[in-house]
Each structure stands twice: as C-alpha cells, then as structure tokens.
T-cell receptor, first 109, second 113 residues
C-alpha cells in the first residue's frame, strides 16, 4: 500500500463545474495536511492546509478531512481553465511531507 | 521577504559525474528539505536539514548528500550520476515542524546523459 494515494486521473471537468480530488493516507500520526497545485514544468504551490476534521473553505477551494477514515479531499467550485494543473496531496509525517503521485485536472472551456 | 531560490535552473551532466545544486531558504525558515520529482510522479523526499544537521532521510543512497549553512542555505550533492537521476530537484524551506507547510523553490532540472 502506498503511503499516499490519489485518484490518478486525468480528471476532466467543464468550466464552471465542481472538481473533486481525493486522497487517502496510511500514517495515522499525520496531523497536518496540505494540497499543492503544480502547473506543468513548474514547482508545487501551496493552496490549502487543513488540520482538523471537517471542512475548511478558502475562496473557491474547500478542503475536507476525516482522520478516522484517513481521507482528505479538495473541492474546486466554479472551475476555471486556469485551474488546469496537477494537484498533490501531502500529509505531514514526523518530519517531512509525503506526496501522492498527484491528480491531473483539466478544465474544459 | 524573499522566497526560496534555487540554482542552476537547468543542468546537463554525463553519467558518472558529480553535481551540486544550491538553495537559499525563505527568510525566517530554518529547515530545508530536498525532493526529487521524476516525470509524472509526486516529489520524493531525499533528506531534510535543520541547524546544519541532517534531520531525516528518505530512501536514497549515500551518493546523495547535503549540507546546510549557518544562513540556512543548503546544497545537494549527487556523486556518480546515473541516468535515473534525471529529474526535477526541488528545495523546500519551512519553519521547524512545518506546521504551515513548505515553500518550494522553482527547482533544478537535471538531465543525465
């Protein structure tokens, strides 16, 4: 079992739709969780962090965390073509972030 | 406040050579981590430095080594380069504990031929 698993995609949604990105993790000790966005050929950019069970909203982004199920998700509302990128889920372990392989999202105009 | 800067941006090396990559951490950050990202994969943890000492290491062989300097900048050294070392190398800085996540530099694209 991989430490961090994400729906591999690619995921395509029409402009204006909701994009749903999912992630499961194996380290029950993880307390902080991060979503990074990575455009092709660029470095990861932090877009959301979540520390407590439940939902956290920031603009068009909502992160959801369920520690009992070891599950974290990211919803992007009113998706825009500029949201087309790879989204990386990263729980914080004892010392470092562990990344999933990412989900490639394409928002179709 | 400056971000994380890495140099060089691109590098081409021959198999068997050695390479040094450099990173300057974001102001106020005392921890530096290095990641390797192969094409189509997520970043893989190489090691982390805190107060000039290695503070954690991923599943990478000893030919991957590093340094952190008193100003928190860092180097990644790779000896005896192999073709599979071709990747994007990412430096990330954080406060100790990384509760607020990592800030990544723009990366160094290493190609081994």
């Amino acid at each position: 079992q991989k430490e961090v698993e994400q729906n591999s995609g690619p995921l395509s949604v029409p402009e204006g739709a909701i994009a749903s990105l999912n992630c499961t993790y194996s380290d029950r000790g993880s307390q902080s969780f991060f979503w990074y966005r990575q455009y092709s050929g660029k470095s990861p950019e932090l877009i959301m962090s979540i520390y407590s069970n439940g939902d956290k909203e920031d603009g068009r982004f909502t992160a959801q965390l369920n520690k009992a199920s070891q599950y974290v998700s990211l919803l992007i509302r009113d998706s825009q073509p500029s949201d087309s990128a790879t989204y990386l889920c990263a729980p914080l372990g004892k010392r470092q972030l562990t990344f999933g392989s990412g989900t490639q999202l394409t928002v179709l105009p | 406040e400056t971000g994380v800067t890495q140099s060089p941006t691109h590098l081409i090396k021959t198999r068997g050579q050695q390479v040094t990559l450099r990173c300057s951490s974001q102001s106020g950050h005392n921890t530096v981590s290095w990641y390797q990202q192969a094409l189509g994969q997520g970043p893989q943890f190489i090691f982390q430095y805190y107060r000039e000492e290695e503070n954690g290491r991923g599943n990478f062989p000893p030919r991957f080594s590093g340094l952190q300097f008193p100003n928190y900048s860092s180097e990644l050294n790779v000896n005896a380069l192999e073709l599979d070392d071709s990747a994007l190398y990412l430096c990330a800085s954080s406060e100790m504990g990384a509760r607020y996540g990592y800030t990544f530099g723009s990366g160094t694209r290493l190609t081994v031929v």
